[in-house]
């Protein structure tokens, strides 16, 4: 059994999940745990729950934030904004074709970041020694994709819920126009994109789940037999696991199959 919590580091960032060990916290606490950049102050947001995991696949919090980290932590971020209107004034000076995303002082004060999008590359050199001469310290011009920049601003998507590369995906995956099919979605683009303008990443972590409950049901155009009579498969409804079959005088029946096993469907998840 592991104890964990939520840890935001950055404002409209990932929440990423650490094992508490000894320490007692709950929301809204400060904590020192290790992001993706190193050492970071976050803010634990999530829990404190309990999960049946072996708590050395995640890694510990290093501690809690005394006054001082989180007196630094606010400061940073002042910084950080200083350094954002900064950069966004020389990017209009020298007429750069770059939007700023997000600004990003790494904790030990050894780096910072600043995040873009481009539609293509793009000459900062006259930009990155403005930054040096201003700043004087080492500076990262990040450029980022589409997907990356929603999960930084963050937003809420179409299922009312905040879309989720900025609550808990860590990791970009392909997503194809076949998992919308394989899920009997319109291919309306309006209604399968997301907020980044590419397709929905729900439909990929659902496709396994969709494939399935699908495996072993007829497929659409296929001919079969039913207690009615014989017809055709027009439709399938794979989470109430059901078929519609048209018969041979033009009446519709839906067709009930077996739900899938709980243990099957628990195993599908945990791959």
Do not use: W
């Not at 590419?198 to 439909?203: F, G, H, Q, V």
């Amino acid at each position: 059994m592991a104890k964990i919590v939520g840890v935001r580091f950055r404002k409209r960032g990932f929440i990423h999940h650490f094992e508490c060990g000894s320490y007692n916290l709950k929301k809204g606490d400060y904590v020192v745990a290790k992001s993706s950049e190193g050492p970071a102050v976050g803010e634990v947001v999530e829990g404190p729950f309990t999960l049946e995991l072996d708590a050395e696949k995640l890694q510990p919090i290093d501690r809690i934030a005394t006054k001082e980290d989180i007196e630094k932590y606010q400061k940073d971020k002042e910084f950080e904004r200083e350094a954002r209107e900064f950069c966004l004034e020389r990017i209009e000076h020298h007429n750069l074709p770059m939007k700023l995303v997000d600004v990003e002082l790494l904790f030990d004060g050894s780096k910072i970041i600043f995040y873009f999008t481009a539609d293509g590359r793009v000459d900062f050199r006259e930009l990155l020694k403005d930054l040096v001469k201003h700043l004087r310290m080492r500076i990262e011009l990040r450029q980022i994709g589409v997907r990356n920049h929603a999960a930084m601003v963050g937003g809420i998507g179409m299922c009312g819920r905040p879309i989720c590369c900025s609550q808990f995906l860590l990791k970009f995956h392909p997503v194809s126009i076949k998992m919308a099919k394989e899920q009997n979605l319109s291919l309306n683009p309006l209604k399968i994109s997301g907020a980044c303008g590419r397709l929905m990443c729900c439909l990929q972590y659902e496709s396994d789940i969709y494939t399935l409950l699908k495996k072993d049901l007829p497929k659409v155009g296929k001919k079969m037999e039913t207690i009615y009579g014989v017809g055709k498969v027009v439709r399938q409804n794979a989470l109430e696991r059901t078929v519609t079959v048209e018969l041979d005088d033009g009446t519709t029946v839906d067709i009930e199959f077996p739900p899938i096993e709980d243990d099957k469907l628990e195993k599908e998840e945990e791959q």
